[in-house]
């Protein structure tokens, strides 16, 4: 077998060091992102006068056959090639002859997959992002349903105050949306050309790095050389940021998880998106959110295998850094199949309305509201806090809610309680006195509703 490097040596490597070393199995997938650059980088030699006309056409024409044969599966990947770039390369000679053997000129395979992960990481950020547009959208519309399906909030997982399963669902469409935003951020440092920077020094023919970077659509170059093809920041970012989107559905799985429990009660998978057990027949298993919550750890595992893989590595492109590539596509892969499933799971759900309103009523959710009320009434809040935790402790010794207890008993931690108390601390009135920003009553709900579709709308992706 021939390598690009092989003159240099007189035998011809071991088996094993040729296998260990390879990297075709998994970068074979970036070769559409490679042609795509080889092109670009062809056109830009074409038009500085490295390449004539006639060898850039030839060059660019048989990389587009190469790229055809691919997708249509007339040409398949050599193994003894030992990377994406080096079977790119022995096709094109194989294809238009010695002419092939001039792309390399004024590049390195450092500067070279350097560019295809950013070309990769570039589409699937879009893609990723397409995904969490559909994914707030669908809880957009579950919210519209739900604006007045009164639910209890949690705290400590202690019953707290009443919420709307509306304004619930609305904390994770934020917690997507700074997703989202983040993916837009980190795709701004994704989006620098490092094509140019060859193996580490730059190169002494006469480049134009702006027009490549114009022709591959990247919108800036990157400035230091040995940084062009160190430099994988960018695939911590992503990580990073794909991670932090693992961390928020692993939270909403098992939120969905505990809410489907026979203890909770509040929601029922679809028949669609559940399994069963084996042995007992009864079981209905939320199998979908509970791989989505697995999943997280071994996303936040990729993220932390490239950062110990970079950690202690000197300037610049060391063999390590082939490592980088099975953790960010492992890492897209994952996050891109937990997106695209939770929407329709989420759609199917049904919704036990009388439930979430039966636990509403137990656990003292309006104990807040009693103090509220007092606050009103001129009592300063920690007074009023005090009064309203007698009044709970009564209740439990007593055997009741709030809502049971007597105006006389109410009278005794405070004369000035009236009747309008049992109103004012009633869950619906309760949610539908937050209606501050950002709050949990129905018309504050639904401006937000409002304001995100408005949102996802601003930020579509063609």
């Known amino acids: 077998m021939h390598q690009l490097w092989g003159s240099r040596f007189s035998k011809a490597p071991d088996e094993m060091l040729h296998n260990f070393n390879s990297s075709l199995p998994f970068d074979c ?3 559409e992102y490679d042609i795509e650059g080889s ?10 006068g490295i390449l004539t006309n006639e060898e850039t056409d030839s060059i660019v024409s048989g990389l587009q056959e190469i790229l055809n044969d691919i997708n249509t599966g007339k040409t398949s990947f050599n193994l003894e090639f030992e990377d994406i770039h080096t079977n790119i390369e022995k096709l094109l000679i194989e294809k238009i002859g010695e002419t092939g053997k001039k792309l390399h000129t004024a590049r390195s395979r450092n500067d070279q997959v350097a560019l295809d992960i950013r070309l990769y990481l570039k589409k699937e950020l879009k893609n990723i992002q397409k995904s969490i547009l559909v994914v707030i959208s669908t809880l957009l ?3 519209k349903q739900h604006t007045e399906t009164i639910m209890p909030g949690y705290t400590h997982l202690q019953r707290a105050q009443a919420v709307t399963f509306a304004h619930h669902l609305g904390a994770y469409a934020e917690m997507f949306k700074r997703d989202f935003e983040r993916l837009n951020d980190c795709y701004k440092r994704v989006n620098v050309l490092p094509l140019g920077s060859c ?13 490549t970077a114009n022709l591959l659509g990247f919108d800036a170059v990157c400035l230091n050389s040995m940084d062009g093809v160190s430099d994988r920041d960018f695939v911590i970012e992503a990580l990073s940021g794909l991670s932090l989107i693992m961390m928020h559905l692993s939270r909403f799985s098992e939120e969905l998880i505990l809410w489907a429990s026979f203890e ?19 079981k209905k298993n939320p199998d979908i959110p ?5 999943k997280a750890g071994r996303v936040y595992g990729d993220l932390v295998s490239i950062l110990v893989t970079l950690k202690s590595l000197p300037l610049a492109y060391n063999k390590d850094m082939q490592e980088d590539k099975e953790p960010l596509f492992d890492g897209i892969c994952t996050v891109r199949k937990c997106l695209e499933i939770l929407p329709g799971m989420l759609l199917s759900l049904k919704v036990n309305k009388d439930n979430m309103l039966k636990a509403v009523h137990n656990g003292f959710l309006n104990a807040t509201d009693v103090a509220d009320y007092l606050v009103d009434k001129g009592v300063p809040f920690r007074e009023a806090h005090r009064i309203s935790g007698n009044l709970v402790k009564c209740c439990e010794e007593k055997g009741c809610t709030l809502m049971d207890v007597p105006l006389s008993l109410y009278k005794q931690e405070f004369e000035g309680i009236e009747d309008d108390i049992y109103e004012k601390i009633a869950p619906e009135t309760s949610v539908k006195s937050k209606n501050s920003i950002g709050g949990c ?22």
Not at 290 to 294: F, M, N, P, V
Not at 441 to 462: C, G, M, Q
């Open 441 to 462: 009553a129905p018309v504050a709900v639904k401006s937000v509703i409002y304001t995100n579709e408005k949102w996802v709308k601003d930020n579509e992706i063609n």
């Open 29 to 31: 997938k970036l070769y």
């Open 290 to 294: 509970e791989l989505i919550r697995g």
């Open 199 to 211: 193996a580490l020094a730059g190169t002494p023919h006469k480049i134009d790095r702006l027009k």
């Open 141 to 143: 519309n579950l919210q």
């Open 39 to 48: 092109i670009a980088h062809a056109k830009m030699l074409g038009a500085q």
């Open 264 to 282: 909770f009660k509040f929601i029922e998978f679809d028949d669609s998106y559940a399994t069963g057990s084996s042995i007992m027949p009864q």
